[in-house]
């Protein structure tokens, strides 16, 4: 697997090279990559919720705003019961700056702003205390969608929890302190 980098001083982490470890996260990547059609990216008329049902509780869509660079250029247009669940609430309409610390945001949205400038997935994992979990650990993808040669406008993300059995996967996360990933 290669290197995933840090978002420090969260024990966040994203992976371009996309190495899934959970299944789940592979069958969404292999659904946006058939929705592609060869394209760049799928718009968000791609994709069909009914074609997704299983998945829909794990399911987040960002807007982005603008050209997508800052923390105020993405906000939560949806989320899935499953990810209310894990945050504690529901954050739709909310911005990324209501989901983090102001600092925390800023690398959130620095990592996002490279999805939304390459077009490109990206994994992320963390070891995170949630207001709804205290031990969380999660992976997930995010997925751009746009228009046929326009901008990215909306990423598709999917979260799991990672399995305990797939925790040897996650050497970044061993031997962490717990970050405040939501606040």
Same mark, same amino acid.
């Given at each position: 697997? !290669? &290197?995933?980098?840090?978002?420090?001083? *969260?024990? *966040?982490?994203?992976?371009?090279? @996309?190495?899934?470890?959970?299944g789940?996260? #592979?069958?969404?990547?292999?659904?946006?990559?058939?929705?592609?059609?060869? #394209?760049?990216?799928?718009?968000? !008329?791609?994709?069909?919720?009914?074609?997704?049902?299983?998945?829909?509780?794990?399911? +987040?869509?960002l807007? /982005?705003?603008?050209?997508?660079?800052?923390? &105020?250029? %993405?906000?939560?247009?949806?989320?899935?019961?499953? @990810?209310?669940?894990l945050?504690?609430?529901? %954050?739709?309409?909310?911005?990324?700056?209501?989901?983090?610390?102001?600092?925390?945001?800023?690398?959130? +949205? !620095?990592a996002? &702003? =490279?999805? /939304?400038?390459?077009?490109?997935?990206?994994? %992320?994992?963390a070891? =995170?205390?949630?207001?709804?979990?205290?031990? &969380?650990?999660?992976? $997930? @993808? !995010?997925?751009? *969608?746009?228009?046929?040669? $326009?901008?990215?406008?909306?990423?598709?993300?999917?979260?799991?929890?990672?399995?305990?059995?797939?925790?040897?996967? %996650?050497?970044?996360?061993?031997?962490?302190? *717990?970050? +405040?990933?939501?606040?």
């Amino acid at each position: 697997m !290669a &290197a995933a980098l840090q978002l420090k001083p *969260l024990t *966040l982490f994203v992976d371009p090279s @996309i190495a899934l470890v959970d299944g789940r996260l #592979r069958g969404l990547l292999d659904y946006w990559n058939g929705k592609r059609a060869g #394209r760049v990216m799928p718009c968000r !008329a791609d994709i069909s919720p009914a074609e997704m049902v299983m998945r829909l509780p794990r399911i +987040a869509l960002l807007n /982005v705003l603008n050209a997508g660079q800052t923390a &105020a250029d %993405f906000n939560v247009r949806l989320s899935g019961t499953g @990810i209310d669940d894990l945050l504690g609430h529901d %954050f739709r309409g909310s911005g990324l700056t209501d989901l983090l610390s102001n600092s925390s945001a800023k690398l959130v +949205a !620095a990592a996002l &702003a =490279a999805l /939304v400038q390459h077009k490109r997935p990206m994994r %992320f994992f963390a070891h =995170a205390h949630l207001a709804g979990n205290p031990d &969380a650990y999660v992976e $997930g @993808i !995010a997925l751009p *969608l746009g228009p046929e040669g $326009g901008p990215v406008n909306m990423v598709l993300l999917e979260t799991v929890s990672i399995r305990q059995s797939d925790r040897q996967s %996650f050497p970044e996360l061993r031997n962490e302190g *717990l970050a +405040a990933v939501v606040s």
